[in-house]
């Protein structure tokens, strides 16, 4: 069966700190997988996908970026966070549309 | 621009009665609808879907409903249980390749079913 997996569960980071999501999943070859922010109240927001390795898309403009190195990888990143970053953030994979969730990374930015 | 929207934050019941969560839309290129579940600090989990060529599915105690002409889904549970307390995400895709048959989501519903 497929699983996905998400860490870490919690992370507290300075303003103008870097940061690296990482996202896996198993089970699966050639998965399209997503990045998403739930903000504070609000719903989710999809932030980049990914159909293939190296073949990222961005859905919002903002202050992160993604990479998927490998088939079954997605990760989150920025060079320098905003307070503005605070939120969850969760990664899916699946077909045409992300049925499946990991168990997310709640983000506290100081 | 929400073109999902979910004007009830919260909602209780009381258990053994029927949960009624509504939806509406506002992008008539949408035609593939479905509901998440989530708990504090897990991710969202698939729970039941719906396409444009239908006006109800049914999986055990869920069942959704979609009026087109309206714009506007509800997702039934009958008979509520403490278990389904959670917050329940409405989401829509659209036909087209790319972007256009990614989800948009809702900004979800907390129901709270009281014992």
């Known amino acids: 069966s497929q699983t996905i997996h998400q860490w870490p569960a919690t992370l507290v980071q300075p303003v103008g700190s870097p940061l690296s999501l990482e996202c896996t999943v198993e089970?699966?070859?050639?998965?399209?997988l997503y990045w998403y922010r739930q903000a504070a109240g609000r719903g989710l927001q999809l932030l980049f996908y990914?159909?293939?390795?190296?073949?990222i898309s961005s859905e919002v403009p903002q202050n992160l970026s993604a990479s998927r190195p490998q088939d079954r990888q997605f990760i989150l990143s920025s060079k320098k966070l905003l307070l503005s970053d605070s939120g969850f953030y969760l990664c899916?994979?699946?077909?045409?549309?992300?049925?499946?969730f990991g168990d997310g990374t709640r983000l506290s930015i100081l | 621009d929400q073109q999902v929207k979910q004007n009830s934050p919260s909602l209780s019941v009381q258990e053994g009665r029927i949960s009624i969560l509504n939806c509406d839309y506002t992008n008539s290129m949408f035609d593939y609808f479905l509901w998440y579940k989530k708990y504090p600090a897990e991710g969202p989990t698939f729970l039941i879907s719906?396409?444009?060529?239908?006006d109800k599915n049914e999986d055990g105690r869920f069942t959704v409903f979609l009026n087109k002409s309206a714009k506007h889904l509800s997702l039934h549970i009958v008979p509520s249980q403490p278990g389904d307390s959670a917050v329940y995400f409405c989401?829509?895709?659209?036909?087209?390749?790319?972007?256009?048959?990614?989800?948009?989501f809702g900004s979800g519903t907390q129901l709270t079913v009281l014992p």
């Open positions: 990914s159909v293939g390795i190296g073949q």
């Open positions: 089970g699966t070859s050639n998965p399209n």
């Open positions: 899916a994979w699946g077909g045409n549309q992300p049925q499946h």
């Open positions: 989401a829509a895709s659209g036909s087209g390749s790319g972007s256009a048959r990614q989800l948009t």
């Open positions: 719906i396409s444009s060529i239908k």
